[in-house]
């Protein structure tokens, strides 16, 4: 299973990205997907999260600001991030838990994503 993130770049503060992750490969089915960030000289964190079943959850940071999503059909996960501001500036990785065609369970991260907002 391979996570291939998009959606990064240069956004003014209070602005809006969207980011996109999608899973491929031989999936049989997708648990929990989520939005971590990395910050320069900061441990990685937990942003949101979206179980198969459309509950979400969102760090304190985000809450409000952020909306995860998932298309289960396209096996992705989105994250639409508004109201930017520079100390969302980290790079954007996606997680998540799948069953492979083997029913075999594994956590994948995807290879992340940079975004960077300017004051």
């Known amino acids: 299973v391979q996570l291939q993130a998009s959606g990064g770049g240069l956004v003014q503060a209070g602005g809006s990205r969207r980011l996109s992750c999608g899973a491929v490969g031989s999936i049989f089915s997708i648990n929990n997907m989520a939005w971590y960030r990395q910050a320069p000289g900061k441990q990685r964190e937990f942003v949101a999260s979206?179980?198969?079943?459309?509950?979400?959850n969102y760090s304190d940071n985000v809450k409000g600001r952020f909306t995860i999503s998932r298309d289960n059909a396209k096996n992705t996960v989105y994250l639409q991030m508004n109201s930017l501001k520079p100390e969302d500036t980290a790079v954007y990785y996606c997680?998540?838990?799948?069953?492979?065609?083997?029913?075999?369970?594994?956590?994948?991260w995807g290879s992340g994503t940079q975004v960077t907002v300017s004051s």
């Open positions: 979206i179980t198969s079943g459309g509950s979400t």
């Open positions: 997680f998540l838990t799948a069953v492979d065609r083997t029913y075999r369970a594994g956590n994948y």
